[in-house]
């Protein structure tokens, strides 16, 4: 089951980036996250009430809210890097997040097998591959570096606060609703600072009926992440945090093959090597 959800959370944030990064290439990214996860939340505040989760509290919310927090501080931590870049450096090492929830589960006794241990060495090792490293070239930036680093910290923190907010189905669908209500909260926040600043909500050619058409995309990169966050939080509850973490991580070999298959993108030799080394990854973690 473990390997199943987490699997499954690698294909939800892939395919939310994916969709997030074609959003970015018309709206501010500010703008995208906090109409994407206030339409989550909504969505969220409802499944909620069908479910009876509302009396569900309990201090483990608080996990939620930290997760909610540390969220859009990693994700514009990341996009401030990606702006820095180069790309191909920024975007594998954003990646290896995974650190943080592996560290946890290896602090808090758990002990993988030695196919395990293997498992997580060439998956990490294709995550970061499949990012397309380019080590040569133009130079990258300490400021960079940094922005990365964080935002990879904060990445991993999340993973390793939401998998701790909950305990029951309805307490899991009250802790998401908790996160993406801070998520919004500190992302609208940031934007309204942002606007503040003279930088607009929305580029001015917009129309509304533009807007409205984009409107199921949003849909969809809000309620992919959210899901994506449920699948993880089941998938290190039933089972090794360890293994659930580095699976969960292999979503940017997800993104990587969306933008093939809808952009024709071409893949180079060191991201398909990555992949490869990522699905070898995933079948040693998922047998041991």
């Known amino acids: 089951m473990t390997a199943l959800f987490a699997l499954a959370t690698s294909l939800l944030w892939g395919l939310a980036d994916f969709g997030g990064g074609m959003l970015t290439r018309r709206f501010p990214a500010l703008t995208v996250v906090v109409v994407s996860q206030t339409i989550a939340a909504v969505v969220l505040g409802v499944v909620v009430t069908v479910a009876g989760g509302w009396g569900d509290t309990s201090p483990r919310l608080w996990f939620a809210v930290a997760a909610g ?21 920024v975007s594998p090492l954003g990646s290896l997040g995974v650190a943080v929830p592996v560290a946890l589960g290896l602090v808090l006794g758990e002990r993988p097998g030695l196919a395990q241990v ?16 380019q080590w040569r070239g133009a130079p990258v930036q300490r400021r960079a570096i940094a922005l990365t680093l964080l935002a990879a910290v904060g990445f991993g923190a999340v993973m390793a606060l939401i998998s701790e907010a909950s305990t029951s189905v309805p307490g899991l669908f009250l802790a998401l609703f908790v996160q993406r209500v801070t998520n919004v909260a500190v992302g609208g926040a940031a934007l309204v600072r ?18 409205w058409s984009t409107m199921p995309a949003l849909t969809f990169v809000g309620l992919a992440d959210v899901a994506a966050n449920g699948t993880y939080a089941v998938a290190a509850q039933h089972g090794p945090v360890t293994v659930a973490a580095v699976l969960a991580s292999l979503y940017p070999v997800v993104t990587a093959l969306a933008a093939r298959g809808v952009l024709s993108e071409r893949l180079r030799g060191v991201q398909a090597a990555g992949a490869g080394l990522a699905l070898v990854g995933a079948v040693l973690l998922a047998s041991g």
């Open 69 to 89: 927090a540390v969220g859009p501080v990693a994700m514009l931590a990341f996009y401030k890097a990606l702006a820095l870049g180069p790309m191909g450096v």
């Open 118 to 133: 293997a498992g997580i060495a060439v998956a990490v090792a294709g995550v970061v591959l499949a990012g397309g490293p």
């Open 194 to 211: 942002s606007v503040r600043r003279g930088n607009p909500a929305l580029p001015s050619d917009v129309t509304a009926h533009a807007l």
